[in-house]
Antibody, heavy 116, light 110 residues
Framework: EVQLVQSGAEVKEPGESLKISCRVSGYSFTSYWIGWVRQKPGKGLEWMGI????????KYSPSFQGQVTISADQSISTAYLQWSSLKASDTAIYYC?????????WGQGTLVTVSS | QSVLTQPPSVSAAPGQKVTISCSGS????????VSWYQQLPGTAPKLLIF???KRPSGIPDRFSGSKSGTSATLGITGLQTGDEADYYCGTWDSSTSVYVFGIGTKVTVL
């Protein structure tokens, strides 16, 4: 059974750094693109970027380029999304999801709250 | 502001049919497969339709998809209260190399 299990909710202050994770199981981690999707409170889905864990090739949406870093660790079948300096506007639920042309499996989401 | 246009909401009575449109351009829907996602309240999105008209295992045939030119359509027949959710279309945009989602359509069962 394919599963994407994300790390727990985070509460951070503006300017802090953060790295959230997405551990996958049930398929070959290195054979599928895995990406991140943002959903702000009460809003729609925004595609942030994807990584191919097999060779670490990464693509970012222009809206998120330079704002976040996507990475992956093959040894533990885990993808990451990180910020070096959070802003209040980063408050959202972040989903990891498998696939590039079609997104067929989703994590449960990680709520990130940035507030002073 | 999404490059894929969807109606904000649609509604119908139980047992009726609704259709949700998704309008794009030659760089996205016009040249790439379209997927549809269902997001029930408080849950993660779920793949409903892929490659324009295919259903993943476990998705009932009450859900159907089609594509023509630069537009796609999701149909839901035999509407049930459990179908109340937000529905998003999604596809790859070849000009920007970005996956794009529609703004989402809220389905209400009257």
């Amino acid at each position: 059974e394919v599963q994407l299990v994300q790390s727990g909710a985070e509460v951070k202050e503006p300017g802090e750094s953060l790295k959230i994770s997405c551990r996958v199981s049930g398929y070959s981690f290195t054979s599928y693109w895995i990406g991140w999707v943002r959903q702000k409170p009460g809003k729609g889905l925004e595609w942030m970027g994807i990584i191919y864990p097999g060779d670490s090739e990464t693509k970012y949406s222009p809206s998120f380029q330079g704002q976040v870093t996507i990475s992956a660790d093959q040894s533990i079948s885990t993808a990451y999304l990180q910020w070096s300096s959070l802003k209040a506007s980063d408050t959202a639920i972040y989903y990891c999801a498998r696939g590039s042309g079609r997104v067929d499996y989703w994590g449960q989401g990680t709520l990130v709250t940035v507030s002073s | 502001q999404s490059v894929l246009t969807q109606p904000p909401s649609v509604s119908a009575a139980p047992g009726q049919k609704v259709t949700i449109s998704c309008s794009g351009s030659s760089s996205n829907i016009g040249r790439n497969y379209v997927s549809w996602y269902q997001q029930l309240p408080g849950t993660a999105p779920k793949l409903l339709i892929f490659e324009n008209d295919k259903r993943p295992s476990g998705i009932p045939d009450r859900f159907s998809g089609s594509k023509s030119g630069t537009s796609a359509t999701l149909g839901i027949t035999g509407l049930q209260t459990g179908d109340e959710a937000d529905y998003y279309c999604g596809t790859w945009d070849s000009s920007t190399s970005v996956y794009v989602f529609g703004i989402g359509t809220k389905v209400t069962v009257l």
